[in-house]
């Protein structure tokens, strides 16, 4: 199995009422870890790159070898499909062709028209080859990569719009975001998730910032029509919190971590990549997902 499309296992969600996970990845360390989670969870995953991660990483063909040769050398038996989150036009083309199986393309900051003829071009060229297709409609809030949106609902007309492009699955907002969420937030706004399925009857959503939503409100959305959910800054806040627990346990004991060699980056990153791991299995079991390999 293995490397594979998305579309399949992303309708095989929505029609049996689970979510698959939308991880993103930012280096070798975290793809082993998404990997080692979906392996151990025997759930099928999406290992995603936004636009920032893969420049950071080397470039779109760096990051489709990496996933490809890991999933290989892993010896993965689960579906994995490797994907370009939030793509603008351009990057939605490039990762067709240096192999990614399943993209975004995100023209959510664009005039709905341009976002809906856009959206076919990259359906007929993805499609062609075998790509999996998720586009946007309504912004999603918050700040990932230097792309700011100030979240808002997505149109429901928008949306049946979008779906009828020919995507395989659709982003829309209902008050969700990425990033942390602050003191201050509602909440999904689960009524308007339901105008929009009720639209799109039995087609695939994407929640995208699923960081921080409390799992009660991720289920319901789930049994809504959510199926596939998106995940970066928890992997990032588990990472963190990890290593710098690492860190700090020697900050009295230099001789120790000198003697231990714990400066090997090998070492140093275990803790914060085992937490990574940790929190994916946690999160596909959350979603449902475990054991839909
Ligand atoms: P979080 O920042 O909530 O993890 O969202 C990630 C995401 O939606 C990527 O597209």
Redesign the pocket.
Same mark, same amino acid.
Request: proline letters at 0%; aromatic letters at 0%.
């Given at each position: 199995m293995a490397i594979v499309s998305a579309e399949k296992f992303v309708q095989a969600a929505r029609d049996n009422g689970y979510a698959v996970g939308?991880f993103?990845t930012n280096n070798l360390e975290w793809t082993q870890a998404i990997l080692r989670a979906a392996e151990a969870k025997q759930a099928p995953v999406l290992i995603q790159t936004?636009m920032g991660a893969a420049k950071y990483m080397g470039g779109y063909k760096v990051c489709q070898a990496l996933i490809a040769n890991l999933v290989e050398s892993m010896g993965i038996t689960v579906p994995v499909a490797i994907h370009l989150? @939030?793509g603008h036009y351009e990057d939605a083309l490039e990762c067709i062709e240096v192999g990614y199986t399943s993209i975004m393309f995100d023209g959510s900051h664009l005039p709905i028209e341009e976002n809906l003829e856009k959206a076919k071009e990259v359906v007929a060229l993805a499609h062609a080859k075998g790509v999996s297709v998720e586009a946007e409609v309504g912004t999603?809030g918050?700040e990932?990569d230097g792309i700011v949106g100030t979240g808002e609902l997505a149109p429901v007309e928008d949306a049946k719009a979008m779906v009828e492009t020919g995507i395989d699955f659709l982003a829309a907002g209902i008050g969700n975001i990425?990033?942390p969420y602050p003191e201050n937030w509602t909440g999904l706004d689960l009524d308007h998730l339901k105008k929009l399925t009720e639209a799109v009857p039995g087609f695939p959503i994407v929640l @995208?910032?699923?960081?921080?939503i409390p799992d009660e409100q991720i289920q319901e959305a789930i049994k809504l029509g959510v199926a596939k959910v998106?995940?970066?800054?928890?992997s990032q806040i588990a990472f963190s919190n990890a290593t710098r627990a690492f860190a700090r346990a020697y900050d009295a004991d230099e001789a120790g971590y000198d003697a231990k060699k714990l400066f090997d980056p090998r070492k140093f990153l275990a803790d914060g990549m085992k937490a990574v791991q940790g929190a994916v299995e946690e999160r596909i079991d959350v979603f449902g997902s475990a054991n839909k390999a």
């Open positions: 939308g993103n936004s989150d @939030h999603i918050g990932e990425h990033g @995208h910032g699923g960081s921080g998106n995940v970066n800054t928890e």
